[in-house]
């Protein structure tokens, strides 16, 4: 029997998917539990596993499409098996790319991928007509082009096309219903360049090569989706304190000092304390659920990491029982993972609180935007050294800037202030953080 591979939730906050590239070609054998593609997430690239034995008989979607999360972009089937239904159900039903308008359903026997169709011709350009006594200059003339709203390509060719300067417009799709794909971008690109317009034409009229779009990645989606949630809505107010950073320093000293090279970093023990400070203050450790106040009895730090496509925040669990070392171990693992986007979606959610750190960047002080349901985050800047007086006397000394971002209708001003407190102090006793 006919097995429908499908778009699946691969994250708990997923509602779609890029198929980075498919793992199997059409006409592999294939098992269940076997690795068919590889999917970018709103999180992380995932991987696409087989639910059922024989021959992958289509795939529908190409390397860089998107689709919705339950759309069928494949069949795996015994290999004279009739799955005519299947694909006229995947044509008809969403399998195709979300980029391609909803009304135009690509045809069942167009679903091949995209290196088995044939090239793509490109557009040849006419001249324009000149004076008798100036050469003849080649100027591009384009057909009537549709709307860009109506002008179907996938994701990865308008990617494509920005970098590269392309005019989609001037492009003949070869993919299903007419459809832009990479092949005909690419092809266009390699047709030689026409020549420059005459000077009638405006210096400031836009062109493909004043510009690059860039297509959102999935993490960039949920970025902003996620970020729209959170500075409109929540009632943010932000508290700010320094800190003094010279007992943590000379402690990272003497740790580094026992020779066994294992190295705990300043980020580390920020970690360590602010998760202390909130398991002495539940009301920062809390979550805003509209209609109550959830505060937690354990304490789950989410570390944002900075990536290529934006941002991701790998969660240490129980981070206020754990010792420096393992936290440190733990948190440069997330770190790494996260970078390669290898993290499991039980890696990255389920965070308390929030820590961003741009100190590594020079930044001297910033505010973070909260990560709903959570009510706080944690803005650290870098340390410097600056001139402070210490009991009447002048003196150089390490300082950090943290901003505590607060949503209001679950932390007051108070309750922040206090968690500030019990954060300077185990900042500035850091072998209260060993105890």
């Not at 999917?39 to 998107?66: C, N, Q, S």
Request: hydrophobic share 45%.
């Amino acid at each position: 029997m006919a097995t429908k591979v499908f778009m699946e939730a691969l994250s708990p906050t997923m509602e779609e998917g890029r198929l980075v590239k498919w793992l199997k070609n059409e006409g592999d054998a294939v098992k269940s539990g076997d690795i068919l593609a590889e999917v970018e997430t709103d999180k992380a690239i995932m991987e696409l596993v087989a639910r059922g034995d024989g021959i992958l008989r289509r795939r529908l979607t190409g390397d860089g499409d998107t689709s919705p999360v339950g759309s069928i972009i494949g069949v795996i089937a015994a290999a004279d098996e009739n799955i005519d239904a299947l694909i006229a159900e995947a044509s008809g039903g969403g399998g195709a790319s979300t980029a391609a308008p909803a009304t135009a359903a690509a045809p069942a026997t167009a679903a091949a991928p995209a290196t088995a169709a044939t090239p793509a011709t490109a557009a040849t350009p006419a001249a324009a007509a000149t004076p008798a006594s100036q050469p003849p200059v080649p100027v591009p003339v384009p057909g009537p082009r549709p709307p860009a709203a109506d002008l179907r390509s996938s994701p990865l060719a308008r990617r494509i096309a920005a970098e590269r300067g392309v005019e989609l417009g001037a492009i003949q799709g070869s993919g299903p219903g007419g459809r832009i794909i990479k092949r005909d971008v690419e092809a266009a690109a390699s047709q030689p360049p026409v020549s420059r317009l005459p000077s009638s034409v405006s210096p400031t009229a836009a062109s493909a090569a004043d510009y690059q779009d860039l297509p959102l990645s999935q993490i960039r989606k949920t970025i902003a989706r996620r970020l729209a949630e959170s500075i409109g809505p929540i009632p943010t107010f932000y508290l700010t304190a320094e800190l003094d950073m010279e007992r943590v320093a000379e402690m990272r000293s003497a740790m580094a000092e026992l020779g066994d090279g294992f190295k705990v970093s300043f980020n580390d023990i920020i970690i360590k304390a602010v998760a202390s400070a909130l398991a002495q203050h539940p009301e920062c450790n809390a979550h805003w659920q509209g209609d109550s106040i959830r505060q937690w009895h354990r304490v789950h730090i989410g570390m944002a990491v900075a990536i290529d496509d934006g941002l991701i925040t790998p969660v240490i669990f129980d981070a206020d029982r754990k010792g420096l070392r393992q936290l440190a171990a733990e948190s440069r693992d997330l770190a790494k993972r996260a970078r390669d986007r290898k993290l499991t979606p039980n890696e990255y959610t389920g965070s308390t609180f929030s820590i961003s750190n741009l100190g590594m960047y020079g930044i001297d002080q910033f505010t973070a935007i909260i990560n709903p349901p959570e009510a706080g985050i944690l803005a650290v800047g870098s340390i410097e050294a600056k001139p402070v007086v210490i009991e009447g006397a002048v003196s150089v000394r390490r300082r950090l800037r943290v901003t505590l971002s607060c949503d209001h209708r679950v932390i007051d001003g108070a309750a922040g202030a206090r968690f500030l407190q019990t954060l300077r102090r185990l900042i500035e006793n850091p072998l209260l953080l060993v105890y």
